[in-house]
């Protein structure tokens, strides 16, 4: 009965923080703040990378050859924080959430004040950059288009966008020689 007590609550903290149905889907600008708080960044580029699309996209690569819509397979049921709650968000909607968090790293990436892992400004100013962090957004789109489908066909058709994407701003920015500074050309 405790577990039962445990998922309800968390089911009901998550519902509400998130606005209940169709919460952040109207399309219209969020409105300012409360409380004086303001948008300033807490990780390096780097960083935020390794925490969000990377994980994000593998989960996306990982839908061409393991059906998200198939049968879950029992876990060990270790007790631990990730197998506790694997079973919350899973099959395509896990997807479908891999693909807009590329889009939303996009609007992370654009913060003024973030660093790159030398402690160098994240290049905001330079034209490829920023249409680096447009096909990201637009990656994201098109991944998440493919995972609503629920089609693996679509899936693997949209991965080379995604691997585009990413391509695009590690050739210039991360992928230096070692020794180089990464993230300024």
Same mark, same amino acid.
Request: charged share 20%; hydrophobic share 40%.
């Given at each position: 009965? &405790? ?7 968390? /089911?009901?903290?998550?519902?509400? %923080?998130?606005? +209940?149905?169709?919460? +952040?889907?109207? /399309?219209?600008?969020?409105?300012? %703040? !409360? ?7 807490? !990780? ?25 819509? %198939? ?21 395509? #909607?896990?997807?479908? $959430? ?29 034209? @490829?950059?920023?249409? +680096? ?11 998440? %288009?493919?995972? $609503?489908? &629920?089609? $693996? @066909? ?21 992928? *230096?020689?070692?020794? *180089?500074?990464?993230?300024? #050309?």
């Amino acid at each position: 009965m &405790k577990n039962v007590r445990w998922w309800v609550m968390v /089911g009901a903290v998550s519902w509400a %923080a998130c606005g +209940g149905p169709g919460a +952040g889907t109207t /399309g219209t600008p969020a409105p300012a %703040a !409360a409380g004086g708080l303001t948008q300033k960044p807490y !990780a390096s580029l780097a960083q935020v990378m390794r925490a969000l699309p990377f994980t994000s996209a593998n989960i996306i690569f990982d839908a061409q050859s393991n059906d998200p819509g %198939a049968p879950a397979k029992e876990g060990s049921g270790d007790g631990s924080a990730t197998s506790r709650f694997s079973s919350i968000y899973k099959g395509w #909607p896990l997807v479908e $959430q891999s693909a807009l968090a590329l889009s939303e790293t996009a609007n992370l990436m654009l913060i003024p004040g973030r660093l790159c892992e030398n402690g160098k400004p994240v290049p905001l100013d330079r034209e @490829d950059f920023r249409k +680096g962090i447009e096909g990201l957004i637009e990656a994201g789109k098109a991944a998440y %288009a493919a995972a $609503q489908s &629920k089609s $693996q @066909d679509k899936v693997v058709e949209v991965t080379d966008k995604v691997t585009e994407a990413c391509a695009n701003c590690h050739m210039v920015y991360r992928d *230096k020689p070692e020794g *180089k500074e990464r993230c300024i #050309p």
